[in-house]
């Protein structure tokens, strides 16, 4: 019942059931119908292979394009205005308990580590390590979560 609560009242919840649900579900029609919701209403364009684990949030849920095979860990939070993009059909691979700011975009074959935040307008083009917090363009690691350097 409370599940329910949240879908009908919270609008942030709502969009992530929605997101998860395209992601693992096999009911195509469905799935069409939700990703055009989204699209029109939030801006938010989702790709038809993603793999997206649970606990994915969008605080501001508006202009965030997620490419067709982006595959996202558990528990990650993407802000506005982010791009998980393409190059030639190759696309990220963004691992658990990862930050996105917005802005922020994420193209090619690029592995995001676990625990990392990536900063507002930065644009990763290469490999990030676990627990990195990455900013600039091209984004450079600018600190180490965890240690006294950890800025955000």
Do not use: W
């Not at 490419?67 to 205005?81: A, L, P, Q, S, T």
């Not at 994420?106 to 935040?117: F, L, T």
């Not at 091209?138 to 965890?146: L, V």
């Amino acid at each position: 019942m409370k599940k329910i609560l949240k879908f009908l009242l919270i609008e942030h919840y709502r969009i992530n059931s929605i997101v998860y649900f395209i992601s693992n579900s096999k009911l195509t029609f469905l799935k069409t119908l939700l990703r055009n919701y989204l699209r029109k209403k939030y801006h938010i364009i989702i790709g038809g292979a993603v793999e997206i684990k649970e606990n994915l949030v969008f605080p501001h849920p508006m202009n965030i394009l997620i490419g067709n095979e982006v595959k996202i860990g558990k528990n990650c939070r993407i802000y506005h205005d982010v791009t998980l993009g393409q190059n030639k059909s190759i696309f990220p691979i963004i691992h658990d308990n990862v930050i996105i700011y917005p802005g922020a975009k994420i193209i090619g074959k690029v592995v995001v580590g676990a625990n990392s935040i990536v900063g507002a307008n930065a644009v990763v083009t290469k490999d990030i390590p676990e627990n990195s917090i990455v900013g600039g363009v091209p984004a450079k690691i600018i600190g180490i979560r965890g240690t006294e350097d950890e800025y955000y």
